[in-house]
């Protein structure tokens, strides 16, 4: 009589299956389920506005988003002071900076894209916490 496979049967395949319907369960795929589902997520995401707040990196970098949709940003990095003004707009967790003036003259139209969690600001490798 030949062997033949039975999926149903196999006691690893079944392993996996209660293990991935667990993790449904304990949420662990949470972020992956539309907002629909969870609708306090969409709740929390509209409370993470940086509409006038601040962020601040020690002394080295500072950046004030205002009610206006205007930005302003100083950094002392390399011992160079300068300063960007601009517009900001916010999409989901994602601020974009566009700047129309800065001291040094240089950067003028170029875009920032910060990441927003609700308690601090991150570009590239810079973290920035609430003032």
Not at 71 to 93: A, E, R, V
Request: with cysteine.
């Amino acid at each position: 009589m030949p062997l033949s496979y039975r999926p149903e049967k196999d006691p690893f395949a079944i392993f996996l299956a209660s293990i991935f319907i667990l993790f449904i369960f304990l949420g662990i795929f949470n972020p992956y389920i539309p907002s629909r589902i969870f609708p306090e997520r969409e709740k929390i995401k509209s409370e993470c506005s940086v509409n006038n707040i601040g962020f601040h990196m020690g002394s080295t970098i500072a950046i004030k988003f205002n009610s206006d949709g205007r930005f302003n940003y100083s950094d002392n990095l390399m011992n160079m002071p300068k300063s960007f003004w601009g517009t900001w707009q916010q999409k989901g967790n994602k601020i974009i900076t566009t700047n129309d003036r800065s001291t040094t003259g240089m950067g003028i139209g170029q875009q920032n894209t910060y990441t927003y969690d609700c308690d601090k600001l991150t570009i590239g490798s810079f973290s920035l916490i609430k003032d």
